[in-house]
């Protein structure tokens, strides 16, 4: 879950002279000491992440698993391996068809939320499913989407499916649980944008014999783009690396490319070739994050 | 007709976002129904109304024969690794927080992305570098593991709250304090720390909450002995699964619920991503 890089208020401006002159900028080789156990804590993920590319550099035999050597084979398998390349292809595949779902049902309640006036319990509402334990959510899914389940009893109830259909354990029930778990996050940039919108814009428009659909078409959604992009962008990046829907709901039929690193690292113990597909990850999600914060940070600003 | 239209629209609207949220919150009230049925299935609706499946609970609790055991070991680490990782995370993030906002410096705005990073980086890679990590040093006692684990993902949220609450805090007040003679440390701790109060109990809740509802990095970490409650569950779902274990993840999630409206009384949840609540 992503509090942080949302939209956070740009810290306030600070006076330059005066009394808090003293304390700015010039002490800051003792002030480094309040950030030195902070940077051990990050500096300890930056340490896994180093052993991961070096571990992702050394050869692997099946009988002596990881031997010590320096050799690009690992990421050239990346490219090669079809099992790597299915794994990567699905998931790309699981990540855009959710992302995109998010987008047409997500962009509707960021305007209701935007134009209630029951705001703050809409986004309690919003963000408490987030901080509950994801394998909870998972496993209310899997009640649902169960032969017996609530979707397959109303469906087949309405007499849309002549029988019940198996759900679980398919890439379909994956979608539909990482929908659930990430529409928040394409609700937020895009509610924060529209609630910065001036009403005025809109009410122009109208007064200008703009139906309320071409205001909104004309005015209202155009200037939400900046909100759609870095919500677009957040959720594609977060369905990359998502891994316990594929775990509960996937059972062991949907292999995306967190399944796949956790097979490497557990089950076959190939630790340089997981090591490449970690490594492999992180570099996509962090590209896709860097444009998502370049994006936040230019709504925070307000010049979007 | 532009007044019907729009009162259609805004109804429109309305409904879309009744449903919208049913559907957001509907896993947890399958699992609450669930948990109250009779039969042993996973049906819906549920046959019938009971609580024996709490009472299996209570089963569990003491142990009992052919039951996977250990579930009350398992919510004791789960609630002790949380308030470690809680303690540290608002002891080292509070100070983070602090020197973010007191000193301005080059790289200020990078500084703070890198402390912020945990929060959306793949936690899959978190878990596998530090399992290949700590097995390659060896000696690294599990709680230890799990413990720098759970820091690593829970600073952040400390860092954000408590600097939400410090971007709040008028200098001035500060300022009046060193001017009367107080020195920096008694400024902080006199001034600066009972001021964001708030904000430190909120990020400090915060903390607890994703550490106690984390699954995927403590998926790579746990160990014989040292099982969190997530992987508990998680174990079960691989077995039988029957209503007892809705009977589980309904307490779990009221007690997330209870620690949620707390937090949301202290800092609105919706100011805390940038909205105006």
Redesign the interface.
């Known amino acids: ?9 740009p ?2 401006p ?2 330059r002279g005066g ?2 002159a003293h ?3 010039r ?2 080789p003792w ?2 000491v ?2 030195l ?2 940077a051990l ?2 500096g ?2 930056l ?3 180093l ?2 590319f070096r ?1 992702s550099l050394n050869a692997w035999d099946p009988v002596r698993t990881m031997v010590t050597s320096w050799t690009g084979a690992n990421y050239l398998a990346l490219v090669r391996d079809p099992v790597v390349r299915r794994a990567f292809i699905e998931t790309l595949r699981i990540g855009v068809t959710v992302t995109l779902v998010c987008l047409v ?1 997500g962009y ?2 960021a ?3 935007s ?2 006036r029951k ?2 319990l ?8 987030l ?7 998972s ?6 989407l ?1 032969h ?3 979707v397959n ?1 109303l469906l087949t109830g309405l007499g849309v499916w002549a029988s019940p259909k198996r759900l679980i354990y398919t890439p379909l029930s994956v979608i539909i649980e990482m929908i ?1 778990e990430l ?2 996050f394409m609700v ?1 940039p895009i ?2 944008v529209l ?1 910065r919108i001036d009403p005025t814009l809109h009410e122009a428009a ?1 007064n200008l014999r703009a ?2 659909v071409r205001a909104f078409w004309f005015i209202t959604l155009p200037l939400s783009l900046p909100g759609v992009l870095a919500g677009t962008l ?1 959720t594609f ?2 369905a ?2 998502a ?2 829907a594929p775990l ?1 709901l996937g059972g062991g039929n949907v292999l995306t490319m ?1 399944i796949l ?2 097979q490497q ?2 089950t076959t113990l190939n ?1 340089p070739l ?2 490449a597909e ?1 490594i492999a ?2 570099l996509v ?1 962090l590209a896709v ?1 860097t444009a998502y ?1 370049r994006q936040a940070r230019r709504i ?1 600003r307000g010049s979007a | 007709m ?1 007044s019907v ?2 009162r259609l ?1 805004a109804i429109l ?2 409904s ?2 009744v449903l ?2 049913l ?6 009230l ?2 609450f129904l ?1 948990s109250f049925s009779r039969g042993a ?5 549920p046959d019938g109304f009971s609580l024996h499946w709490y009472a299996r609970l209570w089963d569990y609790v003491h142990d009992a024969a052919g039951l996977q055991p250990g579930l009350v070991a398992s919510a004791w680490t789960s609630v002790w690794l949380g308030a470690s990782a809680m303690a540290g ?1 608002v ?3 509070v ?2 927080a ?2 973010l ?5 080059r790289g200020h705005a990078l ?1 703070r ?14 878990g ?6 700590f097995s ?1 040093i060896r000696g690294v006692p599990s709680w230890l593991r799990l413990v ?1 684990g759970h ?2 993902l829970t ?3 400390v ?2 709250t408590a600097g ?1 609450s410090l ?1 709040t805090l008028d ?1 001035k007040l500060e ?1 009046a304090a ?2 009367l003679g107080a020195n920096r440390l008694q400024t902080f701790w006199h001034i600066t720390l009972p001021s964001i109060r708030s904000g430190i109990v909120s990020g400090a809740l915060f903390a607890w ?2 550490s ?2 984390n ?2 990095v403590t998926f ?1 970490l746990y160990s014989g002995e040292m099982r969190p ?2 992987v508990w ?2 174990e079960n ?1 691989q077995r039988v ?1 029957d209503p007892s ?2 009977a589980l ?1 309904t307490l ?2 009221l007690l ?2 209870v620690v ?1 409206l707390i937090m ?1 009384r202290l800092v ?3 100011r ?6």
Do not use: K
């Open positions: 879950m992503s509090l942080a890089g949302v939209s956070a208020p810290a306030p600070r006076s009394a808090g304390r700015t900028g002490r800051l002030g480094g309040l950030f156990p902070g804590v990050i300890s993920l340490v896994a992440c052993i991961l571990y049902l509707p309640v305007y209701g939320i134009r209630s705001r703050a809409l986004m309690f509402l919003l963000v408490a499913p901080l509950m334990d994801a394998l909870l959510r496993f209310g899914w899997l009640v649902m169960g017996h389940g609530l009893v659930h529409i928040p937020l509610a924060s609630e109208m139906g309320p957040l990046a977060l990359m690396s891994f316990v509960i967190t690193i956790q690292m557990l630790w997981g090591s970690s990850l992180v999600v994050l914060g925070a | 532009t239209g729009r629209g609207l309305g879309y976002l919208f949220f559907y957001l919150e509907s896993p947890l399958i699992i669930t299935s996973l049906t819906f609706p995370s002891v080292v993030g100070l983070v602090f020197g906002r007191r000193y301005r410096f500084v992305q890198c402390f912020l990073l945990p929060i959306l980086f793949p936690q899959v890679v978190i596998v570098g530090l399992l290949l990590w390659a720098l820091l690593i600073l952040p949220y860092i954000v939400a971007d200098e300022e060193m001017n909450l994703i106690f509802a699954f995927t790579f409650l997530p569950i998680y779902l699964i274990l809705a993840s779990v999630v997330t619920l949620l949301n609105a949840l919706g805390l991503v940038g909205l105006r609540g």
